[in-house]
């Protein structure tokens, strides 16, 4: 087996590969004075079982579109040279919520990105809690591998909590499901039973709308989910409802905390008591050294990406990785 790491996510990969109990594979990257560049791995592939690492958000000074084209281009290469298997490990896949037309002549790029990974040769994909499931599923020909992070987040969810009651909250009705099953994983771990509530929220031409929220929020510790955190308008949003409605205190949790321009708001507003991400992202350790008095934590997702590496390269089963019921 081969195991890289591209610039970007370098922490995230070693602590895969510490999972894995194995060291990253050297590679080269080079930037060239005209924008181009050229990656390589520094070790032989030929017959290997092949894994490459990279999280496509922009920061650092890399675009979302620099390493989209450093992670195909590794991967053709890694195919032309000789790679057994070739699998694509992308925790934050760019453009995945531009899975559907909602104007018209508008881009289904979610598609058009699966074409890319399956013209270079990617056998298999893999992503951590992806924008929306059914689209991922359904955009890649080649095998997708999504894993869920609902089971590092219960163990955090229940030291906050304690006794108080607890409510499970979507900021938008297409986060229903993720919150569903997020309630129901913390009720099979825990025994304990908790609320559910989800608000409405339409976007149309930058203009966010939508007034009906569902859930009764009084008294109760209520974790907003999410799949990412951009500039933190929807958590917002959703926050400032259910202070209104009685809530005791206000977590955000996302596996992605991209936190983009605009996202001060969000870590100055006393209106959530603390956020909860993964480090899928190297934007969330940024945030945090940015905002050193933000009520942010930063859980590792290394060991489940080292694990779901390791049962795939040994073909061993992964149900219990996915969330998804045998």
């Known amino acids: ?167 499970v909250f979507s900021p938008d009705c297409g986060g229903v499901k993720r919150a569903q099953l997020l309630k129901e994983t913390f009720e099979a771990l825990t025994g304990k039973d908790i609320g559910f509530g989800f608000m409405e929220k339409r976007r149309s031409r930058g203009v966010v709308s939508g007034d009906i929220f569902a859930g009764d929020v009084t008294g109760s510790d209520v974790f907003i989910v999410d799949d990412m955190i951009g500039t933190g308008g929807t958590m917002l949003r959703a926050a400032l409802a259910c202070r209104e409605r009685g809530a005791n205190a206000i977590h955000a949790i996302a596996a992605h905390g991209v936190f983009g321009k605009g996202a001060k708001a969000l870590f100055d507003s006393p209106a959530i008591d603390r956020i909860i991400v993964t480090d899928s992202v190297a934007s969330a350790a940024s945030a945090k050294a940015d905002y050193p008095s933000a009520r942010l934590d930063i859980l590792p997702a290394g060991s489940l990406i080292g694990e779901a590496v390791k049962r795939l390269h040994s073909h061993s089963s992964i149900s219990d990785l996915l969330g998804i019921e045998n």
């Not at 990253?24 to 290997?48: M, N, Q, Y």
């Not at 453009?95 to 990617?122: C, H, I, N, S």
């Open 1 to 167: 087996m081969r195991l890289f790491a591209l610039n970007g996510s370098e922490e995230l990969g070693a602590a895969a590969a510490s999972a894995l109990g194995v060291k990253i594979d050297p590679h080269e990257e080079r930037d060239f004075e005209d924008g181009e560049h050229k990656t390589r791995p520094l070790v032989s592939v030929r017959g290997k079982d092949v894994y490459v690492l990279l999280s496509l958000a922009g920061g650092g000074g890399s675009s979302v579109n620099d390493r989209l084209c450093k992670l195909l281009f590794f991967l053709a290469t890694c195919r032309e040279n000789g790679a057994a298997r070739v699998t694509a490990v992308v925790p934050y896949l760019a453009y995945a919520r531009k899975d559907r037309q909602t104007k018209a002549r508008d881009p289904v790029t979610t598609r058009y990105v699966a074409k890319l990974f399956e013209a270079v040769g990617t056998d298999r994909i893999v992503t951590l809690d992806v924008h929306n499931f059914a689209a991922f599923q359904n955009a890649f020909r080649c095998e997708s591998i999504h894993l869920d992070t609902r089971k590092l987040f219960v163990p955090i969810i229940r030291t906050l909590v304690g006794d108080h009651p607890v409510t």
